[in-house]
């Protein structure tokens, strides 16, 4: 399972992820979408990704009664199959993480579905601060950097990190 991972140290409140994000929700709703799913809080330096985790046990899409939450086999992304969904929001309720909305212009739900499967806020994110891929390859690079911070890894250069 993908998901978008944020080092909040990097970020430097850019807001290139939000405005790729807009852009590409412009791009499908064929003009300007509210929905924007990275959020930069500048006043506080926080980065928000509210990016769906993608849950294996899916909540959002058991609760639906017109099961319009579908799974992408490519990706493994929950997808909201906007003909199908009614707008009723039991999905919203039943997002522990609080990752769906509804969508006020088109009465549905809707939420990040990682663009395919190459997030636009990643790509763009100009201090790599955004990254994507598996839970448990994040949290290798996510070991990684707290050993290097901690003298856990005294090593002047790795030539597999490309951080």
């Keep these: ?16 992820c939000e405005q790729a994000c807009q852009f590409q ?3 499908r709703n064929r003009g ?7 959020n930069v809080d500048i006043d506080r330096r926080r980065i928000y990704a509210g990016t769906c985790l993608q849950c294996e046990t899916a909540l959002c899409m058991e609760v639906c009664p017109v099961s319009a939450l579908t799974r ?19 999905c919203v309720a039943a997002c522990p993480f609080g990752y ?13 579905d990682l663009c395919g499967g190459n997030p636009r806020c990643v790509q763009m994110c100009m201090a790599k601060a955004l990254h994507f891929g598996s839970i448990n390859s994040l949290a290798e690079l ?3 950097q707290t050993d290097l911070r901690l ?13």
């Excluded at 993908?2 to 430097?12: G, Q, T, Y």
């Excluded at 300007?32 to 990275?38: L, M």
């Excluded at 992408?72 to 039991?90: F, H, K, S």
């Excluded at 003298?151 to 951080?163: F, H, I, K, M, T």
């Design 1 to 16: 399972m993908n998901v978008v991972f944020v080092e909040l140290d990097r970020c430097i409140a850019c807001l290139s």
């Design 25 to 27: 929700q412009a791009e």
């Design 32 to 38: 300007w979408s509210p929905n924007i799913f990275v």
């Design 72 to 90: 992408d086999p490519e990706t493994a992304a929950v997808i909201v199959e906007e003909e199908i969904c009614l707008g009723c929001g039991l």
């Design 100 to 112: 769906m909305q509804i969508d006020e212009s088109l009465g549905k739900a809707t939420k990040c």
């Design 142 to 144: 996510k070991r990684k």
């Design 151 to 163: 003298g856990l890894r005294a090593v002047p250069y790795d030539e597999d990190d490309d951080q």
